[in-house]
C-alpha cells in the first residue's frame, strides 16, 4: 500500500498548466488492484464510511496489536455494509491509521481515504477517462439551462426561485443520512446534525421506497458564506456547529437509484406533491412570507420547503422574477410541470436571472499594477471549450486578493465562479464576456462550464 499513498501524495501535489494530464497518466500507469480499492473508496459517492474525522498521531505506534490487523479493504468492506461506525469500527480505523508502519504523510493520506477527503485535483469522469473505463459512479444531478424559448412550449408552468448558495443533496438509507456537492464530494454529516434531525423527523409516518434523495440548496447570510463553510468541510477541520446555522431549502425528492440509472421514472408533480405532504403533515411552528403574496408555512427552522406555483399565465415568470430580484434575490427557475428528473443540464429546467454566472477554469493569472501591486491583477479564464476566453480583474475584494497571491500558481486548473452581463465578441473577434466579475474559486467543482451554446 505504500507505493499508492505515496503515489496519491504526488499527484495530489501537482499544480499548474497540464497538471491534469499527467495526473491522469501517473493513474493509468500505476493501476494495481491495491489502488483500484483505494479509488474506489475515495471516489465512489455510493458507498460510504461513515468516518468524518479521524485523529493522525504524530508519531506510528510501535504496539501493534496481537490480534489480527485490519486492512483496508477489509475495513472499508466492513464500514460500507455498518449502519453506522460504531466504536469497534473506529478504533480499528484508528489502529490501521497509526498503528501501520508508514510515514506521517502515507497515515494521513491514509486517514484522508477513510474519510473520503481524498482531494487530488480530479474526479470520477477524469479518472474514468484515463483507465478507459467505468471504475467510479459518475452521478450527476438535473441541471438548468438558459434557452427561454423552451418555456412558450409548456402550457402549464412551475415557477420556483433559483437560489442562490451551494447545491447539495441529501441521501437517505434507512436511518443513515450523508450530503453530497454538486460535484459529488461528501460534506461530513456531524457538521449538518440540525438538518439531518429535521429531516427525520419529516420522513417520521411517511411511506417511502428503500432508498431517496433530496435535491436542495443550503444557504446562509450570503454565498461567500456559505461557500466558506462549504470548503472548510471540504477541507479544513470545521467545528461541528459549523453548519448550525444553514438552511437547507428542498426543491426535490428522487429514488436514489435514479442518480445510478440517470433518468427518474415520477413526474415532478408527483415528487412535489410528496415533498407538500411531508412538510404538512408537521407541526406547524412559524411563517415565511415569500413572493408572489403568498405564505408558505413551514414546521422547521433548519429545511425550508421551495415555494412553487404552478400556473397557466405566463406573465407571471417576470413579475415573480422581478419580485424577488428587487427583495435581493437571483432569480427564477421555470420548470416543466410533468418533467422527469434527468441527471443532466435538461431543457426542462430554464434559469432565468437578471446577472448570469458561469464557471471557468483558470488558466493563468497577471500581475496587479498600482494600489494591487504586489498583488495578482487578475485571472485569466476560459470555459470548458476553450471557446469563451476572458481576463477577470474585478469583484475581488482585499481578502480575496490576499489569499490568492499567496501561490497565485496553485490556482490554475481550479474552477472559478464568474459573473456577467453577457457574452460578446471582444476586439479580436474571439468570445469574451462583458464586465466579468469574480466571486470565487468553487472547492466543490472540477470542471468547467461549456458556454458554446450561448455563442450567436
Known sequence: MNKELDLLIQIEGLTGAGSQKVKQDLIRDNMSPELETIIRI????????????????????????????????????????????NDSLRKEAHDLVNRSPLSLEQRKMLAKILTKRVNIGIGAKLINKALGSALVPDPSLMLAEDDESQIAKWPRIVIEEKYDGVRVIAIVKGDDVTYFTRAFNELPARCLQKITEEIKSLLEGIEMPEGIFFDGELTDSNRKSVSGKVTQMLKGNPQDSIGDDMLYNIFDVEEISTLEKGKGT?????????????FKSKKLTHIVEKYVDQKEVYPFTSLVLAASITTDDHSLIHKTYKELVDIGGEGVIVKSPDHLYECKRSKSWIKIKEVNDCD??????????????????????EDSSGEVKVKVGSGFTEEDLKVLSGNPDGLIGKV?????????????????????RFVEVREDKVEADDMRGLLK
Request: charged share 20%; net charge neutral; aromatic share 10%.
Open 416 to 436: 472559478a465562479a464568474v459573473q456577467y452581463n453577457v457574452v460578446i465578441n471582444d476586439k479580436s473577434g474571439g468570445w469574451s464576456l462583458f464586465l466579468p
Open 360 to 381: 471557468l477554469i483558470i488558466k493563468g493569472h497577471y500581475p496587479g499594477e498600482g494600489k494591487r501591486e504586489g498583488f495578482i491583477g487578475g485571472l485569466i479564464c
Open 42 to 85: 475515495s471516489f465512489d459517492p455510493f458507498l460510504t464510511t461513515k468516518l468524518h474525522k479521524l485523529e493522525v498521531l504524530p508519531e506510528s505506534s510501535n504496539d501493534l496489536p496481537t490480534e489480527p490487523f485490519p486492512t483496508l479493504k477489509g475495513l472499508s468492506e466492513r464500514l460500507f455494509a455498518a449502519p453506522a461506525a
Open 266 to 278: 415520477n413526474p415532478f408533480s408527483r415528487r412535489r406533491e410528496l415533498l407538500e405532504t411531508m
